[in-house]
């Protein structure tokens, strides 16, 4: 009976924990300094800007370990993220940034989109994402340029 207790624990916290949901992150704040280690004191290794995506890896206390588009691991301090929302990155150098879903419209005025530029995800139609950055302004990215968390 024991056995099948503990077992059924493991398993629903395997379950908790494995959905894309849960381990998807995004920056909330303006700005978030991601660390080498769970504390201000560990060695400041990027400095990202809001709606920067993350994927979590482990909690501990306040802190959360983090990879980045790129694999690199990181540590961010919890207040600063948050899981309400999805993200993306840019992945390829650039990406053209359009006023609809389609390479029949236009581009906006900001694009092209930069190499690692974050958006807050408002849409997901097809192979097209609907984004806003962090000024307020919307556009659609082709869904395969992006890193979505």
Not at 46 to 60: A, F, G, I, S
Not at 92 to 118: C, F, H, I, L, M
Request: aromatic share 14%; hydrophobic share 40%.
């Amino acid at each position: 009976m024991y056995i099948r207790v503990f077992a059924s624990i493991v398993l629903a916290c395997f379950l908790a924990l494995t959905p894309a949901e849960a381990l998807a992150l995004c920056v909330s704040a303006p700005y978030a300094n991601l660390r080498g280690g769970p504390g201000t004191n560990y060695e400041k290794t990027w400095e990202v800007l809001r709606y920067t995506p993350l994927e979590l890896l482990k909690k501990q206390g306040k802190w959360y370990r983090v990879k980045d588009l790129e694999g690199d691991v990181h540590w961010v301090y919890s207040p600063l993220v948050t899981s309400a929302y999805k993200c993306a990155m840019i992945k390829d150098e650039k990406a053209n940034v359009r006023k609809g879903p389609g390479t029949n419209y236009a581009e906006v005025e900001e694009s092209p989109g930069k190499q690692y530029y974050s958006y807050k995800v408002v849409k997901i139609q097809g192979d097209w994402v609907k984004v806003t950055d962090e000024f307020g302004t919307d556009g659609w990215i082709y869904r395969n340029l992006l890193w979505i968390q």
